[in-house]
């Protein structure tokens, strides 16, 4: 089944929120997933469900509850969440943004090394930010905290 | 480009253009020894590297590579290091960037 068999309007979301924003509006992903790690960079999102939790356990943060589409992704999943979950908000919003498939296997290769970086950073003490093509950055910090920085400007496709 | 990221700031990805020329192995051996311990870095090829100084951000280092089990890309992977306090580094990992690669050493 396609992960957008169904078509949902897109006016809805209000142009918030990213990619992944309008997927944790819906109720049918409103439960845990991850991206595959080996996802196929020529399609845009997870290929399917994992078994890493997030979306059904990271605290959205104040005022927006999980039965309610955050207006914003990067305000429910920022600061502080696990360095994994940050990675993969980052990578579903860079492939969101990617526009052909070198940019999108880019998008990949950031997210294997947000994961490395946040172990690094873990076993190293030092701090790692990764900086994936559409300009979001993850900072990874030593003592386990987290932000996300969605791209303000993403890269469009030259003309 | 403003690159404040919350509870961390960073140097540009770009070079400024204060090269260092003298004082700066130790500092360049240090973040490449940091580098090789990541894990995804054994498939990494490190290319040009540049080393900078300045008022703000101390020594920079900066180093371009390429992803060895990857197509050939046409964006720059990039590496930052640089001093933050009490004598620590921190690294930046920037991949797929429309950057302009690094010169060579002259």
Redesign the interface.
């Given at each position: 089944m396609g992960l957008f068999d169904d078509y949902v309007d897109p006016q809805q979301f209000n142009g918030g929120g990213g990619l992944l924003g309008r997927l944790l509006a819906l109720p049918q992903f409103q439960r845990s997933f991850s991206p595959d790690a080996s996802f196929n960079s020529t399609s845009v999102g997870p290929q399917t469900p994992g078994n890493a939790v997030y979306a059904g356990s990271v605290d959205p943060g104040p005022g927006a509850g999980l039965d309610q589409a955050p207006t914003n992704v990067a305000d429910a999943a920022n600061d502080n969440h696990p360095a994994d979950a940050q990675c993969t908000t980052a990578s579903y919003d860079c492939l969101s943004n990617s526009y052909d498939n070198d940019y999108a296997q880019a998008c990949r290769k950031a997210y294997l090394a947000c994961r490395a970086g946040g172990s690094f950073a873990l076993s190293s003490g030092i701090p790692v930010i990764t900086n994936f093509p559409d300009g979001g950055r993850v900072v990874l910090h030593p003592d386990g905290t987290s932000q996300y920085i969605p791209s303000r400007n993403p890269p469009k496709q030259p003309r | 480009m403003d690159n404040h990221?919350?509870?961390?700031e960073?140097p540009p990805?770009e070079p400024e253009g204060n090269v260092e020329t003298s004082d700066d192995t130790d500092f360049a051996e240090k973040c490449v020894a940091?580098v090789k311990?990541?894990?995804?870095?054994r498939n990494w090829q490190l290319g040009r590297s540049l080393i900078e100084r300045n008022e703000k951000w101390g020594l920079v280092w900066r180093a371009d590579f390429s992803?060895l089990d990857?197509?050939p890309?046409?964006?720059v992977?990039r590496i930052v290091c640089w001093e933050?306090p009490a004598g620590?580094?921190?690294?930046?990992?920037?991949?797929?960037?429309?950057l302009t690669p690094l010169p060579a050493a002259s």
């Open positions: - | 990221a919350e509870g961390l960073s990805l940091l311990t990541f894990d995804v870095a992803i990857s197509e890309q046409f964006r992977n933050i620590k580094i921190a690294i930046e990992i920037a991949i797929g960037q429309g």
